[in-house]
């Protein structure tokens, strides 16, 4: 099952974007089983944990994003999501959505986000 996010763009400091993952090819008791993730990969950098929501609905955020994004998720429409507010420049990079069910890691093809000063 390949995932891909989509809703990177450019924006200036200070902008939103909302990222999506469907995970439709997941059947739905898994899906509210699992336990997501949001990643990011810097120009030149390792790829890093963003966000990560379990089934329980606990949600854990790197430091540098802690009070901008949100990590959320539609049981109904299998879908994950990154709301992304008051981005900066250092926000740049290619995002990736992951669904690990517990046995299995699923990976979406990134989506860029570009953030300009």
């Known amino acids: 099952v390949q995932l891909q996010a989509s809703g990177g763009g450019s924006v200036q400091a200070g902008g939103s974007l909302k990222l999506s993952c469907p995970a439709s090819r997941i059947i739905t008791s898994v899906f509210v089983k699992s336990r997501f993730n949001w990643y990011r990969q810097a120009p030149g950098k390792q790829r890093d944990l963003v966000a990560t929501l379990v089934s329980g609905g606990s949600a854990s955020y790197q430091d540098t994003v802690k009070g901008r994004f949100t990590i959320s998720k539609d049981n109904a429409k299998k879908t994950l999501y990154l709301q992304m507010n008051n981005l900066e420049p250092e926000d740049t990079a290619v995002y990736y959505c992951?669904?690990?069910?517990?046995?299995?890691?699923?990976w979406g093809r990134g989506t860029l986000v570009t953030v300009s000063s």
């Open positions: 992951n669904v690990d069910t517990g046995s299995l890691h699923y």
